[in-house]
């Protein structure tokens, strides 16, 4: 686990710890030391934690003119144990909602198992989000059919055009120009 890294690419364009809206504003990152684990294993200091035993993130880019941000995930996504999608949504995606995010791009590539429960905090999201989307990018299809099976699909678009696996060879802008364009032919409207 301690060399998974989060997508360091889009630094020069996005860094959250000089966000001064960012949750994880004035973070000091120290890579010396090893502190966070998922399940015993030390993971790389890059992550951020957000009060999960077992799911971590990284704020790869953001930007509040066009509403929208990405996001990389890494662990196990728990919400039958950990209530997962409780802590994500209070502790991070309603203080971006608050400056106006109200598209999320979830790359869950480094989504090592999913284990559900109901689905209110994901339909509580999707009716907050006036309009937005909330995308699930470049992730494993076992994770992909484990959120299917709790009817995820109702709140999250959860697609096989949405399998983007260059996305770390676009800009940020043009994965989230490419997300936009595959939305609206998955949902009939364009």
């Given at each position: 686990m301690h060399t998974l890294e989060p997508f360091?690419?889009?630094l020069r364009y996005y860094d959250s710890s000089a966000d001064e809206l960012s949750p994880f504003f004035g973070k000091a990152y120290n890579f010396d030391v090893y502190s966070d684990t998922i399940y015993g294993y030390y993971i790389d200091?890059?992550?951020?934690?957000?009060?999960?035993?077992?799911?971590?993130l990284k704020t790869l880019y953001t930007d509040y003119e066009?509403?929208?941000v990405i996001v990389e995930l890494l662990g196990e996504w728990n919400d039958a144990i950990h209530n997962d999608i409780m802590i994500l949504k209070r502790e991070?995606?309603?203080?971006?909602?608050q400056h106006g995010i109200r598209k999320f791009m979830l790359l869950g590539g480094n989504?090592?198992?999913?284990?559900?429960?109901?689905?209110?905090y994901y339909e509580e999201w999707h009716q907050e989000l006036d309009g937005g989307w909330i995308a699930l990018v470049d992730t494993p299809?076992?994770?992909?059919e484990e959120m299917r099976k709790y009817r995820?699909?109702?709140?999250?678009?959860?697609?096989?055009?949405l399998q983007i696996s260059n996305w770390r060879t676009?800009?940020?802008?043009r994965l989230f120009e490419r997300v936009e364009e595959i939305l609206p032919r998955r949902l009939g409207s364009g």
């Open positions: 360091a690419g889009w200091p890059a992550w951020d934690n957000i009060g999960s035993e077992t799911l971590y066009l509403g929208f991070f995606l309603e203080v971006l909602m989504i090592m198992n999913f284990h559900g429960s109901d689905d209110s299809d076992f994770v992909c995820l699909d109702n709140y999250v678009h959860i697609s096989e055009d676009l800009h940020p802008q």
